[in-house]
């Protein structure tokens, strides 16, 4: 069975902390995807990346950053933890184009910022 | 202001009952896609159209693009406590997806 598979479902952080959020596809897709959810807002694009190495902002990327050393794992890092950052986190990936094939994506990361 | 915007937000119904969500915007899209979100997990992909117009049915869910490629509509027949969740519609624009807020669908037995 395919998948996208979040390293952590829950977790805990103190304010100011340093956060990595690891995230790793078995299907080999080119593009990965982090997004946050929050209640009324939807799903908001942080960063995505469409090859090693390669990473591009998206819609929401301060306080953020990305690692793409592998196909097959994309992480997102907090540099700084704040509580304005608690939130869910979903890694998705997709086979180009996506808007054909659409994204799978993880189970998500429940962020909590204290 | 989202690009996309859903509706209804909440919607609780009885098992048996037909129902219809919305999705609309004034952009136009390539493709859009609906996802269902179920508590604790990510979106599961549940149909993707692309021609205006298009029309696509998955069992008891029917999923309706609009002929300007703006909106769209997913209605559900019959519906049962297994559909209960978040329903997601995603608009692509040069290959970036836009996702609306949801609505979020409770069945009840």
């Known amino acids: 069975d395919v998948k996208v598979t979040q390293s952590s479902r829950y977790l805990v952080k103190r304010t100011g902390e340093k956060v990595f959020l690891e995230c790793v596809q078995d299907?080999?897709?080119?593009?990965m995807f982090w997004y946050r959810q929050d209640p009324g807002l939807g799903l908001r694009l942080i960063y995505f990346?469409?090859?090693?190495?390669?990473?591009e902002k998206g819609d929401i990327p301060e306080g953020y950053s990305v690692s793409r050393e592998k196909k097959e794992r994309f992480s997102l890092i907090l540099e700084s933890a704040s509580t304005n950052q608690t939130s869910m986190y979903l890694c998705?990936?997709?086979?180009?184009?996506?808007?054909?094939?659409?994204?799978?994506f993880g189970s998500g990361t429940r962020l909590t910022v204290v | 202001t989202q690009l996309l915007e859903q509706s209804p937000q909440f919607l609780s119904i009885q098992e048996g009952e037909n129902l219809t969500v919305y999705c609309n915007s004034s952009?136009?899209?390539?493709?859009l896609q609906w996802y269902r979100q179920e508590p604790g997990e990510g979106p599961v992909l549940l149909v993707t159209?692309?021609?205006?117009?298009e029309v696509k049915k998955l069992k008891r869910l029917t999923f309706q693009f609009g002929d300007a490629r703006k909106d769209s509509s997913l209605h559900i027949t019959a519906a049962q406590p297994g559909d209960t969740g978040l329903y997601l519609c995603a608009g692509a624009i040069f290959n970036k997806f836009y996702f609306g807020s949801g609505t979020k669908l409770n069945v009840k037995p």
């Open positions: 990346s469409y090859d090693v190495k390669m990473k």
């Open positions: 159209v692309v021609t205006g117009g």
């Open positions: 299907m080999d897709h080119e593009n």
């Open positions: 998705a990936s997709s086979r180009p184009p996506g808007e054909t094939y659409g994204y799978t």
């Open positions: 952009s136009v899209f390539s493709s």
